[in-house]
């Protein structure tokens, strides 16, 4: 399995940006298909992106397609969503995962999940 670590959360005020980046080691990173999810208070954890082995192919949930990208380095065993034009309703912690299957469920099974990372948007 590969282990999984977030950074970048934080408070930011309606119509900031974000970046957040996913830190992996252990197994190969290039190896995986990987994402990002997010859970807010009371509600069930859902997709937010995915990106492919080789960062050529992505797709994400409709609320936040146009405002937020999914990038990786497989150099660096990184990956990111950079978030703009953030709302009150991206308030969530955020998760990154690895080895989503199939490729273009938005209800992918999940290898490995990082511990999350708190974003927070005031209006």
């Known amino acids: 399995q590969v282990q999984l670590v977030e950074s970048g959360g934080g408070l930011v005020q309606a119509g900031g940006s974000l970046r957040l980046s996913c830190a992996a080691s252990g197994r190969a990173f290039s190896n995986y298909n990987m994402g990002w999810f997010r859970q807010a208070p009371g509600k069930e954890r859902e997709f937010v992106a995915a990106?492919?082995?080789?960062?050529?192919?992505?797709y994400y949930a409709d609320s936040v397609k146009g405002r937020f990208t999914i990038s990786r380095d497989n150099a660096k065993s990184t990956m990111y969503l950079q978030m703009n034009s953030l709302k009150p309703e991206d308030t969530a912690v955020y998760y990154c995962?690895?080895?989503?299957?199939?490729?273009?469920?938005?209800?992918?099974?999940?290898?490995?999940w990082g511990q999350g990372t708190q974003v927070t948007v005031s209006s």
């Open positions: 990106i492919s082995r080789a960062g050529s192919g992505t």
């Open positions: 995962a690895a080895d989503l299957m199939p490729w273009g469920s938005r209800s992918p099974a999940v290898s490995s």
